[in-house]
């Protein structure tokens, strides 16, 4: 009893998707602003929120999000030399970023306090994917932290399988799914959606973001309710400056240079005229430290106004293009002579070098999750230099958007690519973004698929991808293809949509407003397929399909099968032979538990021998048949000889050749290549071998009236 005198506790469960969803609050982390343990099925994800009480100095909104996955949540000791948790793994960051899209657009325009999400994953029941209880669990602890939060916020995991959506599908059936969809958002409207599909149609796609949502909405209920029992006092405010309306009113006289600066086509000339008008606008507020404060902000939002009403009012962008229009297009392939496969793919100011690298089993990467360990056999790596907006700056490890934009282009790419009993590479991708202004990530989707087609790596489909975008002030709205890098931070929506022209492979839609409608959705997927089949006619002008072999730089892979108890036998004592054949060959060689094999060699001399090497070892000694061999010992009364791999026999005397034979050393001796035919096997299963009547230069047989005139006189 004095144990729970210690603790207020409340708690909030629902029944959601077949599984109990728990909330509970007031005893762990008692001390953060607001904690929430939440439970599903038998996961547990611990979601802290801590906000400053000082304001930052800041001119935007600091907000970490940390997702973690603890080792013992799985059971599990982590590997590697420290046997602790390390630096996040990809799946951690991702988790981290799809934590903080839906959460960052609502908090209060006024709180500029540096906050910190932490979910950490306690439990995994191997079932259920812990990244939506840590969104819901991160949800819930920011309404009930008194952090000024306009949520609270649900989310759900959607999946398709049998034409039917499931809610919240579990690790099993999510592969199986021919969809694997996270939602998010408000009561009002969705704010995230991220997705990889199997080239579905776009109502499909729509079907699942509405279906989804309702089942959030069932969340964010029961996280009202709990917040009517234990939230804290709301964080009092700061009011607007007064002086943000006498900065407005003076930053009017320069209104008109500014629009003019906005129709300058060529970004970095843009951006010079544009930092022109901003120092002459703040350079009339000198004087006047109060005022010189916000004045970056307003202007910030001056110019939100500027290029928002002009695209309302005219239908007219930055660029001078109308609401659909696509950027030029130039697609090339095969730019890097000795790489597998290579594309330049360049829309309007962004570009993409994409590289393709066919690989073996030993290139694939050993992935240790909580769900256990796998091995991925296709990478896709993303690189966003500063020399490609222009500027100089740090570079070092992927930061959390280079992790999250090449995880988007693999989720687009992945629906279409070959199984691996098809094609047995290990595929690395990697995408240079050597020019940048809008969606560089959908970029490196259309030159992923031009450089692996180039490769010789049979999709299904060619893939492309395009970004839309949304400009929305009361009723009026215009939806944007082929969004600018400016019109992605001014606008009210960034939604990226990849697929062939039989579907979608990937949706990721991140809205910054709540009263976006299904309308307006519909419109932006229309937009998007005609945008999308636009950018495929394009590329299909440098490759339409994917060459009809492999690149004669990459590796020729052979696969064929051997016994299961032949296994041992190839490998050897301690991986000897394996290691001799590899060595002597050049070739690579991978041998699965089920007896398959695959040899990799660029030159196909190497895997030629190191084929017929591994055959000769697993296969069978055939009487009457004639082997290559070489002479490993001899005795008085004939030589061991080595053939088939490891197998011994024995050449007695008399079986030498036609005669009778004096000394061994005669006729042969150790390390000398010889042919043999098999005459049998003795009564303890030893070979016995024959030299006699096989013409030593061709390994033929002598016919059969030479065999008996070299036969010797009988004299009775």
Not at 508 to 537: C, N, P, W, Y
Request: hydrophobic fraction near 40%.
């Amino acid at each position: 009893m004095e144990g729970k005198a210690m603790f207020n506790i409340y708690r909030k469960e629902i029944n959601w998707g077949g599984r109990k969803l728990v909330l509970e609050t007031g005893k762990i982390a008692r001390q953060a602003d607001g904690a929430v343990l939440v439970t599903y099925g038998e996961s547990v994800v611990l979601c802290t929120a801590v906000g400053s009480k000082q304001k930052s100095k800041f001119d935007f909104f600091p907000l970490t999000v940390n997702y973690q996955e603890k080792a013992f949540a799985a059971g599990k000791i982590p590997g590697g030399f420290f046997k602790r948790e390390g630096r996040p793994s990809e799946n951690e960051t991702l988790v981290s970023r799809l934590i903080d899209r839906p959460i960052r657009p609502l908090f209060h325009p006024s709180y500029r306090n540096e906050t910190q999400v932490v979910a950490t994953v306690l439990s995994h029941d191997l079932e259920n994917d812990p990244d939506i209880a840590a969104l819901v669990g991160a949800s819930a602890a920011l309404t009930i932290s008194g952090i000024p939060f306009l949520g609270p916020i649900g989310a759900a995991r959607v999946g398709y399988i049998d034409g039917q959506y499931v809610l919240n599908p579990t690790i099993a059936q999510t592969a199986e799914s021919q969809l694997d969809l996270v939602v998010a958002g408000t009561d009002e409207g969705v704010l995230m959606v991220e997705s990889e599909a199997h080239e579905l149609t776009e109502e499909i796609m729509l079907g699942a973001v509405a279906f989804g949502h309702a089942a959030a909405k069932q969340v964010i209920q029961a996280i009202i309710e709990l917040a009517e029992l234990c939230a804290k006092e709301p964080w009092a405010l700061t009011e607007e400056p007064s002086e943000v309306a006498a900065v407005r009113g003076k930053f009017q006289s320069v209104a008109g240079e500014l629009r003019d600066a906005y129709k300058i086509v060529r970004k970095q000339d843009r951006y010079a005229a544009v930092d022109a008008v901003k120092e002459k606008a703040l350079a009339l507020l000198e004087g006047n430290e109060a005022e010189l404060a916000v004045g970056a902000k307003v202007f910030k939002d001056f110019e939100s106004d500027i290029v928002r009403g002009n695209v309302l009012d005219t239908g007219l962008r930055i660029d001078g293009r109308d609401t659909k229009t696509v950027r030029p297009i130039v697609a090339e392939v095969g730019v890097l002579k000795r790489a597998h496969g290579s594309a330049l793919f360049t829309r309007g100011e962004t570009q993409a070098l994409v590289v393709t690298t066919l690989g073996t089993g030993q290139d694939e990467q050993i992935i240790d999750a909580l769900e256990g360990e796998y091995r991925e056999n296709f990478m896709l790596h993303y690189n966003f230099p500063p020399y490609s907006v222009g500027e100089a700056g740090r570079m070092g490890s992927p930061g959390r958007r280079e992790i999250g934009h090449g995880k988007l282009a693999w989720r687009s790419i992945h629906p279409v690519l070959p199984s691996k009993e098809q094609f047995p590479y290990t595929i690395r991708v990697v995408s240079e973004i050597t020019e940048s202004n809008g969606s560089s990530s959908m970029a490196t989707v259309c030159g992923s698929s031009l450089a692996l087609m180039d490769a010789g790596v049979p999709l299904g489909s060619p893939v492309a991808g395009i970004a839309m975008g949304l400009i929305k002030e009361g009723d009026r709205f215009a939806v944007l293809t082929d969004i600018l890098g400016d019109e992605d931070h001014l606008g009210d929506m960034d939604f990226k949509v990849a697929g062939t022209e039989r579907g979608v492979t990937s949706l990721q839609m991140d809205i910054k407003i709540t009263s976006i409608t299904e309308e307006i959705m519909k419109i932006a997927l229309e937009q998007a397929r005609e945008g999308r089949v636009h950018i495929l006619g394009e590329m299909a002008k440098a490759l339409s399909a994917a060459r009809g072999e492999v690149n004669k730089n990459a590796p020729r892979i052979t696969t064929f099968s051997i016994p299961k108890d032949k296994i041992r036998e190839v490998i050897g004592t301690g991986g000897k032979v394996i290691r001799e054949i590899t060595e002597t060959t050049g070739a690579k060689i991978d041998i699965e538990d089920d007896g398959t094999i695959k040899v990799a060699a660029v030159d196909e001399t190497a895997a030629e021998a190191a084929i017929n090497w591994i055959k000769g070892i697993v296969a069978e000694p055939e009487v009457g048949k004639i082997y290559s061999g070489k002479v490993v010992k001899a005795v008085d009364f004939g030589a061991f000889v080595n053939f088939l791999g490891s197998r011994d026999g024995l050449v007695h005397i008399s079986e030498m050749r036609p005669g009778r034979v004096a000394k061994v050393a005669d006729v042969v001796k150790v390390g000398d290549e010889v042919k043999v035919k098999v005459l049998g096997f003795d009564d303890r299963g030893k070979i016995k071998l024959s030299m006699k009547f096989i013409d030593q230069q061709t390994g033929a047989e002598l016919p059969r009236e030479e065999q008996s005139r070299s036969q010797p006189e009988t004299t009775f």
